[in-house]
């Protein structure tokens, strides 16, 4: 019997929406041949995310189906084969997900876990400390359960590992093992960058200036990731946006250029229309907007990949509550590893030209390699890499 794949499943733990589907690649598989399903385990995993989020970018796919029982999921895993299924796992190994790992190898079902999106580790000591005063009971059991063998459990490696920079597979805890085969493809970032180097047409939609700064949004006050994982934010919206708007009026007086920002994915800023101070808010476009900037200002998102990748220069921002909160050591290990001080808004504050607006390259790409993509890998889409490698499997 062929053992060759033809359907894909994605396990997700998140809503699903417009985003979701394009950075699957579900569109590019298909025409490669594959049944693209999306298996959403939202409503069992994290309900109360389910509950009270809603995305800014809902999406009708008619290979999307929502779960509300284990019982549910089980009889639905069953009826996979075991020949021709892939799982890709898009979430957690966690002891929330424990059921689907452990139903998933019961069946012999081949699985993929994607290990490309990834972002330095700080220092372990700064991390433990910033972190204590958001451990939480599933922190706990978690930080156990991930240290224990996952046979334990009844959990097989995966037989794919879905990389992207060198350091990718370091830096993410899943069940893999000598046997898992890693498949080197790329941050999904670097995607929307191939697409963008190649656009003819760099102009965004009723925004035609070309002197501007963009910010890279991380809706931090309101994130749904924080309902997820049961934190409380960084800083509250009442101490944090009056702050950026402060430093964007210095950006725009000193440096002559205007600030936009780039919301994030899942930012609901129509129901917050006037927090930048009436600056443009442009969503789904982070790619063009950092590609067409004169300078990137941020915080510790992986849409710092966009930035490096169009060598374009950065200034890192914090205030005295991030630093405090799990997002501090992360600013302070990415910004180190570009060469780049962060400036705390809690402080005073010198605008620099000379040294805001240099590039190290050398810097730029060594990070390139190490968390986006590995010197030697494949060029093209990530799911067209993934694609061919399916198709050649024997």
């Known amino acids: 019997m062929s053992n060759r794949i033809t359907d894909i499943i994605f396990f997700i733990e998140s809503p699903f929406n417009k985003r979701d589907y394009e950075r699957f690649g579900i569109d590019l598989l298909q025409l490669n041949g594959f049944k ?52 890709v796992f898009f979430m957690g190994y966690t002891f929330k997900s424990l059921f689907l790992f452990r139903a998933i190898s019961k069946k012999k079902i081949r699985y993929a876990v994607f290990m490309a999106n990834a972002l330095p580790l700080p220092n372990s000591k700064i991390t433990f400390l910033k972190k204590i005063k958001n451990i939480t009971p599933d922190n706990l059991l978690n930080f156990f359960f991930r240290r224990t063998p996952c046979w334990l459990f009844g959990v097989k490696s995966a037989w794919i590992c879905l990389a992207g920079g060198s350091k990718s597979t370091t830096i993410y805890r899943y069940p893999v093992d000598s046997k898992t085969e890693t498949l080197w493809c790329h941050s999904m970032d670097y995607d929307l960058y191939l697409k963008e180097i190649k656009a003819k047409d760099d102009a965004i939609e009723n925004y035609q200036n070309k002197n501007y700064a963009v910010f890279l949004d991380e809706y931090l006050p309101y994130h749904p990731d924080y309902i997820h994982h049961k934190i409380p934010p960084p800083t509250s919206a009442d101490k944090y946006y009056p702050k950026l708007c402060k430093f964007f009026d210095l950006v725009e007086s000193v440096l002559g250029m205007e600030v936009v920002i780039a919301a994030h994915p899942r930012a609901h800023y129509e129901n917050h229309p006037h927090i930048f101070g009436g600056r443009k808010i442009i969503q789904f476009k982070t790619a063009k907007l950092v590609k067409n900037s004169k300078l990137v200002l941020l915080h510790a998102s992986t849409s710092v990949n966009y930035a490096i990748l169009f060598k374009k220069p950065c200034i890192f921002i914090t205030t005295k509550d991030i630093q405090r909160s799990h997002m501090g050591p992360y600013i302070e290990k990415i910004s180190s590893l570009l060469g780049i001080r962060p400036i705390n808004l809690d402080e005073k504050i010198e605008l620099e030209n000379e040294r805001i607006f240099f590039v190290n390259d050398e810097l730029y790409n060594e990070y390139i390699d190490s968390y986006i993509k590995k010197r030697g890998s494949k060029e093209g889409p990530f799911w067209r890499i993934v694609a061919d490698f399916l198709k050649e499997y024997k």
Request: with cysteine; charged share 30%.
């Open 36 to 87: 693209v399903e999306v298996w959403d385990f939202t409503p069992i995993i994290n309900s109360e995310v389910y509950k009270r989020v809603k995305v800014p970018d809902p999406f009708d796919f008619y290979g999307h189906k929502l779960f509300f029982s284990k019982d549910e999921v089980f009889r639905k895993i069953n009826q996979l084969s075991e020949n021709s299924c892939l799982v």
